[in-house]
């Protein structure tokens, strides 16, 4: 295990790391319990990620917790999911403070209820003096809905004359986006084997590697992530030019 952490290119991390934590339900589906045992038990998974990152020196990890199209899922579920997301950032905000690890969230805040933006306000600001590891937490994200926002504030600047149309670069749109202040994601993770993007950062993830895993997200521990940054390293990213051109 450690020998892996050993094989990785300190100089060469991918800056932001982004990741689909799915499989939940299955993994306790298997276990023949409910979904949100299955929940419950990828917080240990979060912990353990976000520890993982940390001590590498990841600057950016951006974690895909809860989609706008996941509120559909029965109630039980997604009120067990708030509650688990509240109970969790309420004990977790001292240790990340004491790993300097700074707070950070994406998505629709509009739709989460009241005592979540609460608790999630005060977490943003407990933390926000932190310099290490920016934890980004996708929560009622997804892409579609981000980039629909950022059409409908650009028509407003527009509009209001605040903006000149011809002077719309991807710097602006980049302005306008949830994630204006983060790099672009380097490296992409999704456990549970399936192969889809499921709504999350589709313009950002424009020259990401992307990583699949079969092994579900209550099972993927710091090794896992250590094989992904190893995969990760030992590809050649192009960004459209020739293997000859990078040289
Ligand atoms: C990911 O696990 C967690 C969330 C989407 C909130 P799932 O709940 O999607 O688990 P599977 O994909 O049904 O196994
Ligand atoms: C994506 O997983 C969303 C999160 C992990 C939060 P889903 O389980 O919702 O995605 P689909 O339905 O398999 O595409
Ligand atoms: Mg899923």
Known sequence: MSDLKQQ???????????????????????????????????????????????????????????????????????????????????????????????????????????????????????????????????????????LLNAVKNIAIEVKSGTLDPDTISYDTLQRFLTTSNFPDPELMIRTSGEYRISNFLLYQLAYAELYFTNTRWPDFRKHNLYEAILDFQARERRFGKTSEQLA
């Not at 979904?35 to 240990?44: A, C, K, N, Q």
């Not at 951006?62 to 989609?67: G, Q």
């Not at 039980?76 to 905000?93: C, F, H, P, S, Y």
């Not at 609460?118 to 003096?129: C, N, P, R």
């Open 8 to 146: 990785i290119d300190l100089t060469r991390l991918p800056k932001h790391i982004a990741i689909i934590m799915d499989g939940n339900g299955r993994w306790a589906k298997e276990k023949g319990e409910d979904r949100l045992f299955g929940h419950f038990h990828g917080v240990e998974s979060v912990r353990n990620i976000v520890e993982g990152c940390a001590e590498l020196g990841v600057e950016y990890l951006t974690l895909y917790a809860f989609s706008t199209e996941n509120w559909d899922r029965p109630e039980n579920e997604v009120n067990g999911l708030m509650a688990l997301l509240v109970d969790t950032i309420r004990k977790e905000v001292e240790t990340l403070n004491k790993n300097n690890i700074k707070l950070h969230v994406i998505g629709d805040m509009k739709m989460l209820p009241q005592y979540a933006v609460e608790e999630l306000q005060e977490a943003l600001e407990m933390t926000s003096k932190n310099t290490g590891l920016n934890l980004v937490m996708a929560l009622s994200y997804s892409s579609r809905w981000e």
